[in-house]
């Protein structure tokens, strides 16, 4: 019997590039695939739940998750930290199934030196930088300051770009999707994830033998 591998899709962008956005859509039309859901201790944004957006923990909670190795990666982004759970990962790609992680370049470098499962990576870019500090600005819950300080770091996040296999310019998030999809279906039927395949053209290759024997 030949069964999948799960894959780890990774989706990383500048903040307000749209990768959380195409996460959600890409969600509700993919059935093989879950979302990997982080800790983080920042507060929860308006709408937010705890448990389905993120996991919401203490700093102190936090630091034991490290000291215990139950993080795949971690990073600090704009003053908060955030964490990838290892067991709800290994468990999802063990069973077959494929995991979107919504993290940024560092989490992706910490998740290619922590696991040998396989990994899909992909950078999403902004149409133009008047349309990143739109997308910004409309959100409501972050201060001009900290505005100011995602655009000074989406530079730095931007020359990373080349670190990822797929790169996707989100001018509309439908053909985004679309093109994940084609990229997700591409990459699940690489004969190196078909678990069982040697195995199964072994038995065929002895079955046309036997039969050319008779």
């Avoid at 996991?55 to 909670?61: A, G, H, M, R, V």
């Amino acid at each position: 019997m030949i069964t999948r591998r799960g894959l780890m899709l990774v989706l990383s962008s500048p903040s307000g590039a749209g990768k959380t956005s195409i996460a959600r859509k890409l969600m509700e039309s993919e059935y093989d695939i879950s979302m990997s859901i982080s800790v983080t201790t920042r507060s929860p944004r308006p709408g937010e739940v705890h448990g389905l957006d993120y996991f919401f923990i203490s700093l102190t909670e936090f630091q034991v998750m490290v000291s215990r190795n139950d993080l795949l990666e971690h990073a600090k982004v704009f003053g908060n930290y955030y964490g990838t759970p290892r067991k709800a990962v290994e468990a999802t790609l063990e069973s077959g199934k494929d995991i979107l992680f919504d993290i940024d370049w560092q989490g992706v470098q910490q998740l290619e030196a922590n696991t040998t499962a396989d990994l899909v990576s992909i950078f999403i870019l902004p149409p133009s930088s008047s349309e990143l500090e739109g997308r910004l600005l409309t959100r409501a819950q972050d201060s001009k300051a900290v505005v100011t300080q995602r655009m000074a770091n989406a530079v730095n996040e931007l020359s990373h770009y080349q670190k990822y296999e797929y790169v996707i310019i989100n001018d509309d998030i439908d053909v985004s999707v679309n093109n994940i999809h084609m990229i997700l279906s591409a990459e699940r039927l690489k004969r190196e994830r078909s678990v069982g395949l040697k195995e199964f053209v072994k038995i065929l290759s002895e079955e046309k033998e036997l039969s050319q024997t008779v």
